[in-house]
């Protein structure tokens, strides 16, 4: 009787164990795709130039210490799963990224890449899209191992997904270089009808790997962030060309995904996000930055020179700066941008916003 107890209370705490690693139903996990703006941590396992894992990258982070983000402090991500009541995704090259920390989901993103594979290349070993989708099936490979194929799925299905692609493919492609070869190779319209194309192939291989919830941020007012005014202004008004490229890429990326909800019908959302706009607003004067031209970390005019490094000019307030660096927004701005995927007007977020897919999501 006494072995007969004992094998029956080891039987119990093995199916304990394996309940232990399923799917609680109120969870949804996140997976992020794309470049620097949403990068946190890729990088800095990859030997490449493109990393944020020197001070004073990192400085108003919880430990104060750079951690591989573009930021001061949080990141786009970051804030998403701070608003969603999730944990914060860790690097997919983290070897944090095991057992009960796979159901979070993962961040696949890296910084330098963009949708053409040539974007980037003096940036040498980044995790280029293409790249990141196949580890997106291994992490779902070693997810079914973790909690069986089926609940692997329905994880993935019901995930939240956010992909960031674009910028770089204009200001580290097209306009790196005077007579780069894409530059050559196309004309700006047809160069933006080439990069929508392929972009279009990576939604819908992101379709074929189980996403459903897809949040697409468009560029961001690429002719007037700190290091494209230190490079092409005089006067400190936006670079006309680079306008002009985010003014041809964003309505098409905006028909494409609106293209694709009607195809693929009711089970999958694409969603897109307005970047330039609220971009704009924070340019204004929005929510109390007393600059947008300047960056709080960096030298030479607009602090957009080079790289944001100990040795670089930094603002003693980070909350009164809309850029970070000469790139990448602060985390106030940061802020500012989720706070708009949440609770944002059709303006902002076509064609719904957040918190009316996550509404949506908790009925069915």
């Known amino acids: 009787m006494e072995s007969f107890m004992t094998l029956f209370i080891s039987l119990l705490e093995i199916l304990l164990a394996l309940g232990s690693w399923t799917v609680p139903s109120e969870a ?5 795709f794309g470049d620097s703006l949403v990068d946190n941590g890729n990088n800095n396992f990859l030997a490449t130039t493109a990393r944020a894992d020197s001070p004073p990258y990192g400085i108003d982070y919880p430990t104060h210490r750079p951690t591989g983000r573009f930021s001061n402090g949080l990141n786009i991500p970051d804030i998403i799963s701070e608003q969603i009541g999730a944990e914060t995704t860790l690097p997919y090259l983290s070897p944090e990224l095991r057992g009960e920390r796979l159901l979070v989901g993962a961040n696949f993103a890296s910084a330098g890449i963009g949708i053409l594979n040539d974007t980037g290349i003096q940036f040498f070993n980044i995790i280029r899209i293409n790249k990141q989708l ?12 973790l909690i069986g194929p089926v609940q692997s799925q329905h994880l993935v299905n019901g ?10 493919d204009f200001v580290n492609n097209y306009y790196l270089v005077p007579y780069s070869a894409r530059s050559r190779e196309f004309s700006l319209p047809d160069y933006v009808q080439y990069l929508i194309s392929e972009y279009k192939k990576i939604l819908a291989r992101l379709y074929e790997l189980g996403a459903r919830r897809v949040l697409v941020t ?10 494209e005014l230190a490079l092409r202004s005089r006067t400190g008004d936006c670079d006309p060309e680079l306008e002009r490229a985010g003014d041809l890429f964003n309505p098409q990326l905006v028909q494409l995904l609106a293209d694709l909800n009607r195809q693929i019908g009711a089970d999958v959302i694409y969603i897109y996000y307005f970047f330039n706009y609220i971009s704009f607003k924070i340019k204004d004067n929005f929510a109390g930055f007393v600059t947008s031209k300047i960056a709080c970390c960096g030298q030479g005019p607009y602090n ?4 944001c490094t100990v040795a670089s000019n930094l603002c003693p307030n980070r ?4 850029f970070w660096d000469g790139f990448h927004p602060s985390e106030k701005a ?7 995927f949440m609770t944002g007007s059709v303006e902002y977020m076509n064609p719904m916003n957040l918190s009316t897919i996550l509404a949506m999501d908790e009925k069915a």
């Open 28 to 32: 949804k996990a996140f997976f992020v």
């Open 134 to 145: 196949e580890y997106f099936q291994q992490y779902q490979r070693r997810l079914s191992s």
């Open 159 to 168: 995930a939240l997904v956010l992909i960031t692609l674009g910028g770089n």
């Open 218 to 227: 468009g560029t961001g007012p690429l002719g007037c962030v700190p290091a």
């Open 304 to 307: 957009g020179i080079g790289l």
């Open 319 to 322: 909350d009164i700066y809309a």
């Open 334 to 340: 940061n802020r500012i941008i989720v706070s708009q």
